[in-house]
């Protein structure tokens, strides 16, 4: 840092782009990107499976790794435009602050890199090598360029100051017609399903704008399902999700 | 996850292969790879500007990141071979055993990405934007291809179960010769680099089956000046490093 006042051009300057190849690709509940909570670790309850793609689906690739219980995942927001802006609207702050791209996590950024801790439940290397997830926020399909295991003694900063997202988001309360619980009791997976729609409705997945009662009905895909849900104020006037509908929309298990 | 068996090569399957820019480049106190320490974080007295380049360094890009204490920077490994190994040996158990490539965090990796948890000092947009770091373990020269906040809730596992890297690695005392401090005491950085090198040599950066005392000298880069220094025992048996040299070898400040 010799030089303060200027960024230093070097005639060996190492190039300023890069191609980087997908390690492999996920497998996800979130057929969609409408519902995936905005942050890893809010819905406990999800669960993906990163498939490596060859030449990196070679178990040695993955020795040891079975003894960390999170990974950083590096991915692509393959679904999001290339172009980025220099300000966004976290939905944090309601849809109407705008900060930069930089302080934010929003997907519509340089490089649309993505950055997920997650919980590593297994590893299966009886064909390749397939990592089980949990807790992930991943759209199906996305490319993974790279998977750290997580240190909690380097990477565990309780005491980090934040800004405009100094803790997690508020949960709604998510209730279920009796129509609904009869269609997921008849399900195989529908204990662990139920789960997962009450998780990811209770972080609200509407746009930060609407955020009182609403006639509308919305819909969101999970797994095989589109789960369909409406705002409602229960009596003391709190707001609370009601799923009204869950409907296979592909072949279920 | 209808497919239990294989992964699914879908016919609008995202592309594998991306192309990413360097949206900003590492001015730092590490010219060189080696004693650079192999987390951030463990060196708290190293300091490095990420300078942002056209055409991500509008200000807006940065608005409200001075808010968030820390942050995690994804770079490339630029000065490691591109070539890839499934099986690397971590430092950490001593370089003999070996573990999987996705298990450690070691620069010998498909894509070369790195990432890294620093702390963020300050922000200066007078003439574009340079972002003030501290803690970092960061090459000079390094791309930088993303920048996101740190979110203590959703970061911050103190109880993440750890493999072969379950706590900080253990730090060497370091003492210097007389004449060293003397040259030190005569820089108008003499205490920042004296509390540069004893952090850095603490972290004892010689090859991991080096744990001995050694008649060898070693020498590192730091900022401007040449570290020279060896391993010796003191009156206890105790490994310590010893700083026997400080050699200008650029202009300094």
Known sequence: MTDKTSPRIKADSPPSSFTLDAIGRIESDYPDKFGIPRQPGLVRASRARLVLLPPYDDPLTVRALEDFSHLWLTFVFHRSPTRWTPLVRPPRLGGNAKVGVFASRSTHRPNRLGLSLVELTGI???KGVRLGLRGHDLLDGTPVLDIKPY???????????????PEAPPQRP?????????????????????????????????????????????????????????????ASGEIILRVVEVVNVRGGP
Chains 1, 2 share one sequence.
Do not use: K
Not at 152 to 165: D, H, I, Q, V
Not at 179 to 190: F, I, Q, T, Y
Not at 200 to 211: C, E, G, I, T
């Open 124 to 126: 299966d290397t009886s």
């Open 151 to 165: 240190l909690p003694w380097a990477e565990s900063l309780p005491e980090a100051r934040t800004g405009f997202a």
């Open 174 to 234: 998510v209730v279920f017609t009796s129509e609904v619980e009869a269609m997921l009791a008849a399900r195989s997976d529908g204990d662990s399903l139920r789960e997962l729609i009450t998780q990811v409705l209770a972080q609200d997945p509407r746009p930060a704008y609407r955020n009182g009662v609403e006639d509308r009905r919305y819909g969101l895909r999970l797994r095989d399902v589109d789960v369909r849900f409406r705002a409602e104020a229960d």
